[in-house]
């Protein structure tokens, strides 16, 4: 079982290729896990219905290692953080967006799913193959031959990840 | 340098800082809420970051609700309520449970938050405690359950996005009409990573459970609160409805010369009632554009419009009539002390006799859970703030949105419907204050 509560623990390296799975903008909550599902809260069951209404294949064919592309404005919709931990627990890499919805960016955030604000997302085609250098902020297609940058994460932010992200920085805040 | 804004303030106090939009900031929160889909989430976390022998940072100011899935539905919902109350029980937290409603009405109806405080809720619609004067916002269950140790949370100060609205709206027009229209004007992501405030003459008269409204939907543009200067009316409704004595010294409103991301300024009298499409809350037009879609189902309730007041609204509309034929309507009370009141005041019988099935209070299908659910086709007016594809069941259904008022004007006939063309009434604050035991 991947354990989204493990720190880095089992999470795919975004450095590895892997496919993208291509979706459009404003892709809410309810379209990445449907609401009917999210009386679990176990990452491995979650995972098994993503995207389930809206591109059912995914959760079938989803290997560890891909990638999640999208538009503007993903995530947008409730503050479920059931969404981005059923995309930790198919073990997607990074989701790569042109923007994303405030609350669900948080949320990857603290779960440790790396999420790339990337404008020149929309070149890349469902089923490419791709890679992300998280510290340069580059994302590489390799079926297409190209590269687009990415917006780095705000200074704060960018400290509170090296911190271990928040639990770790909590944790340390009370033993402290 | 300019003035600042409410949020500014406010988060400049919670943090002890000088804080301005863009700076990151640690807040002080004065009040954490979760419920049974979040709450379990957020408990995890908890016990992660605190050990076995964690505390709450204030028991006395933290809620916990059972809405989304109440009455449980199934084993997994009824286990989650479990984890709620086992919780709640051992951390000495507040607990609403099975029927005491949506979280965002129970804690403004039982005087949880108050103008001038920081509240987080993983909840999206959070945001409804800005109609009052608190910077609520939603959050997830990681950043909820910290913040539930250490009573801290970091914030990026908003910039605010200004609808300034004056002149009178027409009879049948509500704030939910102006919300849609505002999220029509400025888009599903307009307000992304900042604040909306209301403001002018209009909001200004507005009562406080049109207010919350507005606030609301502050999430659907995107918005991390909806903010309303906390006034005269806000501090009365309060008393009268909690209890609290409410000081509005300890509250904050905008300088005169604060510094706004824009002004959007609106004439409230040019303004029809508003429907939002299928399949976004952003598709929002004029009723007449819409006027005739021959509907399903029709649904009154949510966090949004599921107070006393809306509901009277549409008994109003109903009282003595009949709900069209081949049309389902479904109500549910947003609290349990709606609820009351609707059969205090025979809401209940006239709502039940036109032909509608009244639920216990909660969230209802409003996202598509139960008591309700949408099938294949199926077309629903509702009264809820989210019409995405599937949101209240089959991906092969629509959801518009609207007010009240055109909801029940749309019972009537089985379409939607123009609620100017048949006579609606608006209320003030003191309708549910009045009918109190």
């Known amino acids: 079982m991947t354990d989204a509560f493990a720190g880095d623990g089992g999470r795919p390296d975004p450095a590895e290729p892997g496919r993208a799975w291509v979706f459009g903008d404003n892709i809410d909550t309810d379209q990445i896990t449907p609401s009917r599902f999210i009386v679990s809260s176990d990452p491995d ?16 064919s989803v290997e560890p290692g891909d990638f999640v592309v999208a538009g503007e404005n993903f995530g947008s919709g409730s503050s479920r953080e059931h969404s981005p931990l059923s995309l930790v627990g198919a073990g997607v890499s990074a989701v ?56 780095a994460l705000p200074e704060f932010l960018q400290s509170l990840v090296e911190q271990g992200g928040l639990k770790a920085y909590t944790k340390a805040k009370l033993d402290g | ?16 800082t000088d804080a301005r939009a863009g700076d990151y900031v640690e807040a002080d929160v004065d009040v954490a809420m979760a419920h049974d889909i979040t709450g379990p989430l957020a408990f995890r976390t908890f016990d992660e970051v605190t050990g076995d022998d964690g505390e709450l940072f204030a028991p006395d100011r933290t809620v916990f609700t059972i809405d989304h899935h109440a009455p449980a539905d199934g084993v997994q919902a009824a286990n989650n309520h479990n984890a709620v ?73 908003p910039k605010t996005l200004r609808f300034e ?32 405030e209301y403001a002018g003459s209009t909001i200004e008269s507005l009562p406080i459970h049109e207010r919350l409204v507005l606030s609301n939907m502050a999430i659907e543009m995107g918005g991390k609160t909806g903010l309303v200067a906390p006034d005269e009316r806000a501090e009365s409704y309060l008393e009268r409805q909690t209890g609290n004595e409410v000081d509005l010294a300890d509250a904050f409103v905008s300088d005169d010369d604060a510094d706004y991301e824009a002004v959007h300024s609106y ?126 069941g089959s991906m092969e259904s629509s959801v518009y949105l609207s007010s009240p008022a055109t909801v029940g004007a749309s019972a009537l006939y089985g379409e939607i419907t123009d609620p100017r063309e048949v006579e609606t009434k608006r209320y003030d604050d003191t309708v549910f204050a009045e009918v109190l035991p």
């Open chain 2, 165 to 196: 609205v004056d002149g009178d709206l027409q009879d049948g027009v509500y704030a939910k009409d102006l919300i849609l229209r505002f999220i029509g004007d400025v888009g599903f992501d307009g307000c992304t990573y900042m604040a909306a």
């Open chain 1, 45 to 60: 069951e979650l995972a098994t219905h993503a995207f389930e209404d809206l591109r059912p294949e995914f959760s079938e």
């Open chain 2, 267 to 392: 004439d409230a009298a040019a303004l029809a009632p508003q429907v939002s499409k299928p399949s976004n809350p952003e598709n929002a037009v004029d009723v007449t554009e819409v006027a005739g879609t021959e509907v399903d189902q029709l649904f009154v309730g949510t966090c949004t419009n599921g107070r006393y007041e809306d509901i009277k609204i549409v008994a109003d509309i109903l009282a003595g009539e009949t709900i069209a034929p081949n049309v389902r309507m479904v109500v549910v009370p947003a609290s349990k002390s709606v609820y009351q009141h609707m059969l205090g005041t025979g809401v209940f019988q006239t709502l039940t006799d036109a032909g509608a099935v009244i639920q216990s209070a909660g969230c209802g299908p409003c996202a598509g859970y139960h008591q309700g659910v949408l099938g294949d086709g199926d077309v629903c007016l509702a009264t809820a703030n989210r019409n995405f594809p599937g949101r209240e």
């Open chain 2, 85 to 157: 109350r086992e919780f709640a029980a051992k951390h000495g937290a507040h607990q609403f449970d099975v029927g005491d409603g949506i979280c965002h009405a129970v804690l403004v109806e039982e005087g949880f938050v108050g103008p001038g405080d920081l509240v987080i809720g993983a909840d999206s619609h959070s945001t409804t405690y800005g109609g009052i004067g608190a910077f609520g916002t939603g959050v997830g269950s990681t950043d909820l359950g910290t913040a539930l140790a250490t009573g801290e949370l970091w914030f990026r100060v």
């Open chain 1, 96 to 151: 790569v967006a042109q923007s994303f919805a405030r609350i669900f960016f948080r949320n990857a955030i603290n779960l440790g799913l790396p999420v790339l604000i990337c404008p020149g997302a929309d070149a890349i085609e469902d089923g490419d193959e791709i890679h992300v250098d998280l510290d340069a902020g580059v994302v590489t297609n390799h079926t297409r031959d190209e590269t687009y940058e990415a917006e």
């Open chain 2, 1 to 16: 340098m300019s003035g600042k804004t409410l949020a500014e303030k406010l988060l400049s106090a919670k943090s002890g």
